[in-house]
């Protein structure tokens, strides 16, 4: 189509139809909002990156005690220990933000209790609750309320992000 200009959503230039590039900030045509914001702002999309990526190498941490007692109740001896050296190797890997974190009395109060409170959860469901009961139910209700309502804290509170980008100015 001649004449048909599109206008940059980094910089808000409109430019010509053939070009593929913004003529002023070099960003692409067909730039996604991922694209536009490591353009606008390289440090900051750099640091929330590493940020998510902080909090992805914590959460198979918060869950190996939990998936630990199921596997080693259903004897499946060989993939708790694997599990085991999975988490002895991301607890060596991530040793120093560990250590970062359980400087902060809340957070690291927050993450045990969470991880404890799924292991109590999951001990109680195998020792004390019959398999045709219908506490069940309720026990699965409880956990996925339980676990959603714990992971959207971690991922959105202030706490956690806070305590992370102190751990990435520290870094």
């Known amino acids: 189509m001649k004449g ?12 010509a139809s053939n070009e593929t590039h913004c003529s002023k900030c070099g960003c692409s045509a067909t730039a996604g909002t991922e694209d536009i914001e490591k353009h606008k702002n390289p440090g900051g999309f750099k640091k929330r990156k590493t940020i998510e990526e902080y909090k992805k190498q914590l959460l198979p941490l918060l869950f190996s005690p939990f998936f630990l007692v199921i596997y080693m109740h259903n004897g499946k001896f060989e993939i708790a220990l694997l599990l085991f050296v999975a988490v002895a190797f991301i607890i060596t890997k991530n040793l120093k933000l560990l250590l970062y974190i359980s400087t902060d009395k ?28 219908s506490s069940v139910g309720w026990g699965v209700l409880f956990y996925f309320i339980f676990t959603f309502g714990f992971m959207y804290y971690f991922t959105k509170g202030k706490r956690f992000n806070k305590l992370l980008e102190q751990y990435y100015k520290k870094s």
């Open 4 to 15: 048909y200009r599109w206008t940059c959503n980094a910089c808000s230039v409109g430019n």
């Open 106 to 133: 809340k957070a690291k109060t927050m993450l045990l209790t969470f991880s404890c409170t799924l292991l109590l959860f999951i001990l109680t469901r195998i020792y004390l609750i019959p398999d045709n009961s």
